[in-house]
């Protein structure tokens, strides 16, 4: 009996010491998966951001990166080596093969912000399937909502508008245009450049969206919808003439009609059998020191 009291006692124990360490447990295990990613998404050289800021923009660009497929990444600092920002910011995202992509490709997808003190610039770089995504005016567009903070040195908040107005453009863009090349480019291996003369800045056939299946599919369903439509509509008709209908009584009228021709008039027009229409999307861009595509725009602080 006693040895049961002690069996009832130690199981007693035990399941209250889980009880109190689950939730620890839970709460590190959420940690760990939130923070499995190893990449480095601020890169703080100049030292403006407090180690909480940098903790909360580091987990926005991680989400953000894998929503999109596109890295996020803000980099500061003082000293570009009399390089100049564009140089800077191209070099630094060659060198550190930043990218959503973690194979060996060629140009991987990143959109940058670089808070340049030394040249005192605001530059957005893109590089990758980013080029694409972040056509010129919208970099305009995401540099207005930065600088909305700019002017009073609130460098985290523009930070903020930099991750939440480029996330913004990114989804309306691939909704828009940008999905339709993103089998193509998951499976190409260049640059940017190269997949933008190959699928992009090319002319279509007028059946060129009809290569996928499943626009196949819909546009053929749709079809057979109308047809069974116009047919069931054209079973509801009804005769609405008899016998009745053309004579007066007991009377026959016959009427008498001619044509006369009169003229011929001919109508010249050019059929266009070239294109169904073309790509012409994405951002201007240019090539790096290192051979990698980078697109961007920037604003003096």
Not at 84 to 94: E, H, Q, S
Not at 165 to 182: C, F, G, M, P
Request: with cysteine; charged share 25%; net charge negative.
């Amino acid at each position: 009996m006693r040895k049961m009291n002690r069996f009832l006692k130690w199981s007693l124990m035990v399941f209250l010491c889980v009880l109190l360490v689950l939730p620890v447990m839970l709460q590190m295990s959420n940690a760990f998966a939130d923070n499995s990613d190893d990449k480095t998404y601020i890169y703080d050289m100049a030292g403006i951001y407090s180690s909480e800021d940098k903790s909360v923009l580091s987990q926005k660009c991680q989400e953000v990166s894998k929503k999109v497929e596109i890295d996020f990444v803000i980099t500061t600092t003082n000293d570009t080596n009399y390089t100049g920002y564009v140089k800077y910011a191209d070099d630094f995202m060659d060198k550190n093969g930043l990218g959503y992509e973690d194979d060996g490709r060629w140009d991987k997808s990143c959109v940058m912000l670089l808070l340049d003190f030394d040249n005192q610039e605001v530059y957005i770089d893109t590089t990758g399937f980013a080029i694409l995504c972040i056509e010129d005016d919208d970099i305009e567009d995401i540099l207005d909502d930065i600088f909305v903070y700019i002017p009073d040195k609130d460098y985290y908040n523009a930070s903020l508008a930099f991750i939440d107005s480029t996330y913004r453009v990114i989804v309306d863009n691939k909704a828009s245009y940008a999905d339709e090349y993103l089998d193509e480019w998951k499976n190409f291996d260049g640059t940017y450049a190269s997949f933008e003369n190959t699928y992009i800045n090319v002319t279509h056939n007028a059946f060129y969206r009809f290569k996928k299946p499943y626009v196949s599919l819909f546009s053929a369903m749709i079809i057979a919808g109308i047809v069974v439509l116009i047919m069931a509509s054209g079973n509801k008709s009804k005769m609405t003439a008899d016998r009745r209908t053309y004579m007066n009584g007991r009377n026959v009228r016959m009427h008498f009609m001619q044509d006369q021709f009169l003229r011929t008039t001919t109508t010249r027009r050019r059929i266009n059998t070239g294109s169904g229409g073309s790509g012409h999307h994405g951002g201007s861009h240019h090539s790096s020191g290192g051979g990698h595509s980078h697109g961007g725009g920037g604003r003096h602080m």
